[in-house]
């Protein structure tokens, strides 16, 4: 079959691998016809990861279930189906508590809880930015969908960034009513203000540079703010009276960056200790690592983020952080897109086939205006 490879930093291919086939008794094999690039691969195609060379890439996937495993016995081949991004034993302790992202059992990584496909440190398992895909606990992970290929793109979503979009908006603490502030305009950010509006904001600000994914937050009735413009924590204090938000959703990770483009790994932390209220709570999302080697200082090349803990701990604020568990969610998102209350797919901005990949990473990671969310559709390769 086709599959998307990683080959170093800013170089991937599309090349010929072997089909997956099934190892376990409790494993599928998914056809994939919608499968992803997410804003953490990009972590990765710049070479910001530890992830090894001729990695299959492509954690955001979904298809129709090709064959099962002797075990299975929940799903069937032929079923639509929307694969979450962690992969979960279910039967662990982390998994029986709800925390399918920290998954004591499916990741051999020493030190790492949580399992997922293509991605650094989380495990050996391919992606799925490919023709076929294999899934471990098949009948634990896959989420059944209503057959045919509607809804496709609202769909697609599911696997990842519209369950962790919402997490945020959960570790935020949110409740309907607040004025909620999200920092990241990326399909994360925009998918945590959609979830915002969905659970009732009074108001959400939505933090970026980028002209077209602020027009994005401004089409869906957030009150999208500049900080290239003018300070971030300003244009809140002032639009809130000088209250601040209520809650705050960190969608960046630790790639953030100043007006100039300069990197500030404690950037938007210390910018949401200061535009969120007292009390309020604080949703990261956006990820973090414990190395990286490419970073501006030693302190974080280590994983050492000097943010604003004094001011966090005055004000008496929570955060909460980490890969969201996709499965506490999905079943209740893929209700709101089927009954019309959700519509995530109005981020996507390109669909391509398997073949246009490379040239598809390298225009989502300029972040080339237009280029917000990039869909891939192995089956039209
Ligand atoms: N926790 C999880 O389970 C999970 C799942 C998916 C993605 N993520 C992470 O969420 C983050 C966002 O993902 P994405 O796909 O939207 O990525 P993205 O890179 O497309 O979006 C990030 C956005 O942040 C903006 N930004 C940079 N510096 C900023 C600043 N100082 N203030 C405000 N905005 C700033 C960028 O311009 C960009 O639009 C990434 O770190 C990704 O790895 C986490
Ligand atoms: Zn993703
Ligand atoms: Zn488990």
Redesign the pocket.
Known sequence: MKAVIYKGPRRIAVEEVPDPVIQAPTDAIVRITTTNI???D??MYEGRTTVEEGKVLGHENMGVVEAVGDAVDRIKVGDRVSVP?NIACGACRNCLDGWT?FCLRTNPTEGVDGAAYGYANMGPYDGGQAEYLRVPYADVNLLELPPGTEHENDFTMLS??FP?GW??TELAGMRAGDRVAV????????LAAHSAMIRGAAQVFV????KD?LDLAGKIGATPVD?ARAD?VEQIMYATGGRGADCGVE????????GTGQE?PE??LD?LVKSVRSTGGIGV???YVPQDPQAATDAARQGRIGFDYGTFFTKGQRMGT???P?MRYNRRLRDLIITGRAQPSFLVSHELSLDEAPDGYER?DR?ESGW?KVLLHPAAA
């Open positions: 997410c804003g953490s990009l972590h991004f992202s990842d960034i962790t997490h945020g920092f990241g305009a990326g399909p994360v950010g925009l933090v970026d540079k980028e994914r900080f971030p969608a960046v990770g630790y790639q953030a960056h100043d500030h950037l938007v910018n999302v956006g990820v980490g890969q969201c996709v989502f972040r917000t």
